[in-house]
């Protein structure tokens, strides 16, 4: 089945977002390039971690033409600095009836293997039996751990 006419605006990555019922805008609280971790006794074993983090990912989309409906497939991956895919979605954009569609992805968990530069990159397919390709937007967060005594206060 052919797609087509989906243009991807932007995606930020956020610790909150709010929705206004009154008028459908989004806030985004506190977007986010980089995330400092603490441990209480200064070790730390990177091995199979599950680090408590809550992220909020915003992609924003719209119709390539206003005046014509469209459709893609997307998808966000979260991607480790070794190029480990640690959280994969899937969504269909379907703007026939709308000309902007948000999506929301939360992030509670997050398996940290490695600390350095995640990226959080978008992916857009017209056709069902195309490639995804190049990603067409790629956001760094860099990932650090930080000593007790340099931890922010």
């Known amino acids: 089945m052919a797609m087509a006419g989906a243009q991807h605006v932007f995606t930020a990555v956020c610790l909150k977002s709010l929705l206004s019922a009154d008028s459908s805008l989004f806030s985004l609280i506190d977007i986010v390039e980089h995330i400092g971790f603490v441990h209480a006794n200064g070790d730390r074993d ?29 998808r966000l991956d979260v991607v480790a600095p070794n190029q480990e895919i640690l959280r994969k ?26 600390f350095g530069r995640h990226e959080v990159r ?13 990603a067409v937007a790629v956001y760094p967060i860099l990932m650090r751990m930080h000593e007790p005594a340099m931890a922010p206060s």
């Open 46 to 74: 990177e091995k199979d971690d599950q680090l408590v983090v809550h992220m909020e990912i915003l992609s924003t989309w719209t119709r390539a033409d206003f005046a014509t409906p469209g459709t893609c497939l997307s």
């Open 89 to 114: 979605w899937e969504h269909p954009i379907d703007l026939s009836q709308l000309m902007w569609e948000r999506v929301r992805y939360v992030i509670d968990v997050l398996p940290l293997r490695e």
């Open 122 to 134: 978008v992916y857009q397919r017209d056709t069902e039996d195309q490639g995804w390709g190049v």
